[in-house]
C-alpha cells in the first residue's frame, strides 16, 4: 500500500506540472528515493507570522499557492489595505484573499476575498470577522482551513497558480451566504445567477502599475443563489446584480443542510475577462476540490522532495522545509497561457500585453545573495526564464528593476541585477538573451538619466543607480551631495561592477571588463584606514564628519558601518589586506560578537525594526534580521579560521530559527533568510557572486540528498553529527581528501558523496592555510 500511495503521488506530480505552473517552467527531474514522510506536511506556513511594523519575526503571511504562483490566497485577520494582513496573536478573521504582496512593506495589490457567514448578513470587514482558534486551524503550502466559530461555518482553500477552489461546509441554515469583497481602490462586480456566477475585477495598489491595470475574476458556484445581492461605496445593499465604485463586494445567499458543502472555483488574470476564464477551465475544469488540493500537495512533494534530509530532529526538519517553501515562492509568475498555448504577459511597465515571460514581487538587495544562486545550482531551468522575463522587462519599460511589485518600485539601492544575471550566466544558466541584459547593466552602470517616475512625476532613484556620474568620476558616491545611504551605495555597485566585468569576460568584451573589475576595487576609496570602518566620505576627498560606526542609517542602509564593512564579497582577501591582516582581520569579526548590542538611531529619530531585532538577540552586532551582514560569519574561512565560521554558523541555525510563528530573527525578504539556512544546513554558502562557489561552513543534518537538474545525486553525510559536534574534523568528496573552504558548483551538479567528519573540537588546521581559502580578486592566482 505505501509503494503504491508512493507511486501515485509521483504520478500526479507529473500529471499535473504543467496544470499548475506555466509550461517549461518545472522540467521532471526524477528525485532521489525517498521515505513516505510527507515532506510538504513538515512545513508550517505560519512560521514568522508572529510579527509587528516594530518587532518582525519573519513579518510572513500564510501563503496558500504552487511554488512560484501567479497568485496566493491567505486568511486576513488585519484591516483592508494594511500589510500586516495575518498576524499570529490576532483573534478574528474576515476573509480569505488572493494576494501578491511579497512583503508588508510594499502591501499587497489586486487583492479581493472571500468569507462566508450564516444569520443576518455582515458586510463591513470588522463587522463580520467572526472568533477563530489556531487549534482549529490547518495552514499547509497547498491548502489552508479555518473554523470560523461565530457561524458555524469551515472554510478550505487549495491553489493552483492563476486559481483556486474553496470549500465552505455550512450547518442547517436558512441564510448561509458568501461574501466576495473587491476592497477599496476600484472594484465592479457582477453576479449571473444563471451560470451560477460572480465576475468582475478590481485595481487595488500600492505603486507600480498603468493606468489600465485590472485584475479580472471569475467565481463559479456549484449550488443556486437563493438572493444575490451587491454592495455600493457605501456598504449599501441592493438587489442590483452589477455594481461599479472604489469599493464594492457582491453577497450570493443559499438555504444549506447541515454539513452541506458549497464549492467555488475561482480563477484571475491580468489580460482579460476571457483570459481569467482561460485561466479556470485550464487549471482546474471539471476537478473536484479533493483533486486540486492533491495536485497542489504533489507538485509542493516533489519541489521539496528535491532536498531529502534524513535526521533524528523533527524540529530541524520542520524548519528546513518551511525555509524551502520560501525560497519557491518569489519571484511570482506574471504570465498566463493564452488561447494558442502561448506564454503572454499583460505588462505593467507599458500597459500592454506581449509575448513571453515575465516574472514579479522581489527585491534584487534581498535576494541575490543566496535565493537566485539557488535557483542556478538546483532550478537553472527557472532561473533561464527569470532571466528571459528580465529582458522582457528592460523591453519594455528601458530599465532593469532592482524591486518590482509588479513594475519598477522606489525601494531599497543598489545595482543588484546585475550580480544574478552574470550569476546565472556564469553558473552555466543559458536560454536567455544575455547580449540584451549585459547592454541593460552597462546602462545602469552609465547613466542615471531617464529613469522611471510615479505618478506625481518623482525619479524612481531605486532604479538603475543613483550618483552614477559621481560614482564613475570619484568612485565612490559622495556623502555631501544630497545622496542618502552613500557609502552603501559605493560599496553595492563596487560588487555589481565585479559581476559586470565577469559577465564582460565571458561575452568576450576585454575592454569592459578591464574597466569594470577596476571599479570593482571602488571599496577601497571609502575605507578608513584609522577607523578601520567603511565611511562616508565628501566630494572633494574629506571624511564625512563626526562618524560613529553603532549609527544606523545614514551613509549606510538599514544597519551601520560594522554591518557593512564587509560587504566587499568579491575581494575578501583585499579587505583582509587592508585591516591589517589575517589576525587582525579574525579580531575585527570576532568583535561583532562580543561588542554590546548599543546603536545610534538619530538619523532615522527612532528606533527602526532591524535595530531592534539585533538588540534582542544577544549576539552582539551580528544583525543577522537583515541581508547586509548575513555572509559575515563564512569570512572566517578566507582568514584562516574556518572553525570559528561552524560555529557561529550552528549557533544561528539554532537560536535564530524555528518552524514557530516567531521563527525568524527579522523579515524573511521573498526567501533571502530561508536560503540562508537551507544553505547553510547543507553545509556551504553562496558568498561572492559568478564564481561558482560555495564557502563551506557546518552541514546541521546527518545525512542530505539533493537531486540535482540533470538527475544525478548529491549526497551530503556528516559522520557524528549532533547539537555539540559542530566543528568539521575532515572532509572528503567522492572519496578524495578535501583540505579548501570551499566548494564549486560543477563539483556538487556532478553528484556523489560529499563527507564531513564532525567533532565537539575544532580541528584549527583544516582549511586554515591561504592556498585552502575562497576565491578573491587579489589572490586570483591561488584558483
Known amino acids: 500500500m505505501k509503494t503504491f500511495a508512493r507511486s501515485l503521488r509521483t504520478a500526479i506530480a507529473l500529471s499535473v506540472s504543467t496544470a499548475l505552473v506555466a509550461p517549461t517552467l518545472l522540467a521532471p527531474v526524477a528525485l532521489a528515493q525517498t521515505n513516505d514522510e510527507s515532506v510538504a506536511d513538515l512545513v508550517n506556513p505560519l512560521m514568522g507570522t508572529d510579527s509587528s511594523h516594530g518587532l518582525s519575526y519573519g513579518n510572513t503571511y500564510p501563503a496558500v499557492a504552487v511554488p512560484w504562483g501567479m497568485n496566493f490566497w491567505t486568511p486576513v485577520t488585519g484591516k483592508m489595505g494594511d500589510g500586516w494582513g495575518y498576524t499570529y496573536d490576532a483573534e478574528k478573521i474576515n476573509g480569505i484573499k488572493q494576494t501578491h504582496q511579497p512583503s508588508p512593506w510594499m502591501n499587497d495589490y489586486a487583492a479581493f476575498a472571500l468569507f462566508a457567514e450564516t444569520g443576518a448578513l455582515k458586510i463591513g470587514q470588522e463587522e463580520r470577522a467572526s472568533w477563530f482558534s489556531h487549534k482549529a486551524e490547518e495552514a499547509r503550502p497547498y491548502k489552508y482551513k479555518v473554523y470560523l466559530a461565530d457561524y458555524d461555518v469551515t472554510a478550505e482553500v487549495a491553489p493552483t497558480s492563476r486559481a483556486a477552489q474553496f470549500r465552505f461546509t455550512f450547518p442547517k441554515s436558512d441564510d448561509a451566504h458568501i461574501i466576495l469583497d473587491g476592497q477599496a481602490g476600484g472594484s465592479l462586480v457582477t453576479i449571473d445567477p444563471a451560470r451560477r456566477r460572480i465576475t468582475g475585477y478590481v485595481r487595488n495598489n500600492h505603486g507600480g502599475v498603468p493606468s489600465n491595470f485590472h485584475n479580472y475574476f471569475v467565481a463559479e458556484f456549484d ?106 515562492q518569489f519571484p511570482r509568475m506574471f504570465h498566463e497561457v493564452d488561447a494558442r498555448g502561448k506564454t503572454v504577459h499583460y505588462s505593467p511597465y507599458d500597459g500592454k500585453v506581449h509575448d513571453g515571460p515575465l516574472f514579479t514581487d522581489n527585491g534584487f538587495w534581498d535576494t541575490w545573495r543566496a535565493v537566485f544562486p539557488y535557483f542556478a545550482l538546483v532550478y537553472p531551468e527557472v532561473d533561464s526564464q527569470i532571466m528571459q522575463g528580465l529582458v522582457n522587462t528592460y523591453k519594455e519599460s528601458g530599465w532593469l528593476p532592482e524591486w518590482a511589485s509588479p513594475g519598477h518600485r522606489d525601494v531599497m539601492i543598489g545595482s543588484n541585477s546585475a550580480n544574478l544575471i552574470a550569476d ?53 558616491v559622495p556623502y555631501d551631495v544630497g545622496i542618502n545611504e552613500n557609502a552603501a551605495r559605493t560599496l553595492e555597485y563596487a560588487t555589481a561592477d565585479f559581476s559586470l566585468s565577469r559577465l564582460a569576460t565571458a561575452l568576450g568584451k576585454t575592454d ?104 534582542v538577540v544577544n549576539m552582539g552586532q551580528y544583525a543577522h534580521g537583515n541581508q547586509p551582514i548575513q555572509h559575515m560569519i563564512y569570512l572566517y574561512d578566507w582568514a584562516g579560521a574556518p572553525w570559528k565560521a561552524q560555529a557561529h554558523v550552528r549557533d544561528v541555525m539554532a537560536k535564530l530559527y524555528s518552524a514557530t510563528p516567531d521563527g525568524y530573527p527579522g523579515d524573511e525578504d521573498n526567501g533571502q533568510t530561508s536560503a540562508w539556512y537551507v544553505f547553510s544546513a547543507m553545509g556551504f554558502y553562496p558568498v561572492t557572486p559568478t564564481v561558482s562557489e560555495y564557502a563551506i561552513g557546518s552541514p546541521l543534518f546527518r545525512s542530505v540528498k539533493v537531486t540535482m537538474p540533470s538527475g544525478k545525486v548529491l549526497t551530503i553525510e556528516a559522520e557524528n553529527n549532533s547539537a555539540k559536534n559542530v566543528y568539521v574534523q575532515s572532509v572528503t568528496l567522492n572519496g578524495k581528501r578535501h583540505d579548501k573552504t570551499w566548494l564549486t558548483r560543477e563539483a556538487l551538479q556532478a553528484g556523489g558523496t560529499l563527507r564531513f567528519v564532525m567533532g565537539p573540537t575544532p580541528n584549527k588546521q583544516w582549511g586554515a592555510d591561504k592556498a585552502s581559502a575562497p576565491f578573491s580578486m587579489s589572490a586570483p592566482a591561488a584558483k
Open 223 to 328: 449550488h443556486d443563489f437563493t438572493v444575490s445581492r451587491t454592495w455600493d461605496d457605501n456598504g449599501q445593499l441592493t438587489a442590483a446584480l452589477d455594481r461599479e465604485g472604489d469599493h464594492v463586494g457582491a453577497v450570493v445567499s443559499f438555504k444549506t443542510r447541515d454539513g452541506e458543502q458549497v464549492n467555488v472555483k475561482v480563477a484571475s488574470s491580468f489580460i482579460s475577462p476571457e483570459q481569467a476564464e482561460r485561466n479556470l477551465t485550464s487549471e482546474i475544469g471539471k476537478d473536484s476540490y479533493a483533486q486540486t488540493e492533491a495536485k497542489a500537495k504533489a507538485v509542493w512533494e516533489r519541489e521539496l522532495g528535491r532536498i531529502q534530509v534524513s535526521d533524528p530532529s523533527i524540529d530541524n526538519r520542520r524548519t528546513f522545509y518551511s525555509a524551502m517553501y520560501r525560497i519557491l
Open 512 to 615: 569592459d571588463a578591464k574597466k569594470y573589475a577596476a571599479q570593482a576595487q571602488n571599496y577601497r576609496k571609502i575605507y578608513d584606514a584609522q577607523s578601520g570602518w567603511m565611511r562616508g566620505r565628501n566630494k572633494d576627498g574629506s571624511w564625512s564628519t563626526p562618524f560613529n560606526p553603532y549609527k544606523w542609517g545614514d551613509a549606510f542602509t538599514e544597519g551601520n558601518s560594522m554591518h557593512y564593512s564587509w560587504s566587499v564579497m568579491q575581494d575578501v582577501q583585499g579587505l583582509i589586506d587592508l585591516m591589517g591582516g589575517d589576525r587582525k582581520f579574525v579580531d575585527r569579526l570576532d568583535s561583532i560578537f562580543t561588542q554590546a548590542p548599543i546603536f545610534d538611531d538619530s538619523y532615522y529619530g527612532s528606533v527602526i525594526h532591524e535595530t531592534r531585532e539585533m538588540q
Open 424 to 476: 546565472a550566466y556564469l553558473n552555466g544558466v543559458r536560454g536567455f538573451d544575455v547580449e540584451t541584459l549585459y547592454e541593460a547593466m552597462v546602462k545602469n552602470a552609465t547613466t542615471s538619466q531617464g529613469r522611471p517616475t510615479d505618478k506625481r512625476g518623482n525619479v524612481l532613484s531605486a532604479v538603475g543607480r543613483e550618483g552614477v556620474e559621481y560614482y564613475n568620476q570619484l568612485g565612490y
